[in-house]
């Protein structure tokens, strides 16, 4: 959902590897995504994020499902990649192998002084600080 940026306190962003958990159908992203919906914040999804979900996931029909419904759920904010935040986002790239998605979830996560939701924390431990880093398992306990 998106909503005006002045309104919204991003307390945590997905990046790719959080989202394709989700689009699996496991359990972390939803219960965190509902946790920070009721304290009234919101759980950011970086629009170069959702373009790399929809790309690991195809042709899966449930998955795609899944993806196509998170930006509608409460609480949920879509942020978009504009011209202002390209070059601040692009400082990124080099120390992420290039990663775009990565990158602008990073950024996000730093910006908004945010948790980085990831299934993958060693890949962003020398930029992000470890007490922003919440790890997303990569399937159900």
Same mark, same amino acid.
């Given at each position: 959902?998106?909503?005006?940026?002045? *309104? =919204?306190? =991003?307390?945590?962003?997905?990046?790719?590897?959080?989202?394709?958990?989700?689009?699996?159908?496991?359990?972390?992203?939803?219960?965190?995504?509902?946790?920070?919906?009721?304290? !009234?914040?919101?759980? $950011?999804?970086?629009?170069?994020?959702?373009?790399?979900?929809? $790309?690991?996931?195809?042709?899966?029909?449930?998955?795609?499902?899944?993806? !196509?419904?998170?930006?509608?759920?409460? !609480? =949920?904010?879509?942020?978009?990649?504009?011209? $202002?935040?390209?070059?601040? =986002?692009?400082?990124?790239?080099?120390?992420?192998?290039?990663?775009?998605?990565? *990158?602008? *979830?990073?950024?996000? $996560?730093?910006?908004?002084?945010?948790?980085?939701?990831?299934?993958?924390?060693?890949?962003?431990?020398?930029?992000?600080?470890?007490?922003?880093?919440?790890?997303?398992?990569?399937?159900?306990?």
């Amino acid at each position: 959902m998106t909503t005006p940026a002045a *309104a =919204v306190e =991003v307390r945590a962003v997905l990046d790719a590897t959080a989202l394709l958990s989700h689009a699996r159908g496991h359990v972390h992203v939803g219960e965190l995504l509902v946790e920070i919906a009721e304290e !009234g914040a919101y759980t $950011a999804l970086p629009t170069t994020v959702l373009t790399r979900g929809y $790309a690991q996931v195809h042709p899966e029909r449930v998955g795609l499902a899944r993806l !196509g419904l998170l930006p509608t759920v409460p !609480g =949920v904010h879509v942020l978009g990649l504009d011209v $202002a935040q390209a070059p601040r =986002v692009a400082r990124y790239l080099g120390l992420l192998g290039g990663d775009l998605a990565r *990158a602008h *979830a990073v950024w996000a $996560a730093l910006n908004h002084d945010a948790y980085l939701l990831t299934s993958e924390p060693d890949a962003v431990a020398a930029i992000v600080p470890a007490d922003q880093i919440h790890y997303i398992p990569t399937g159900d306990s």
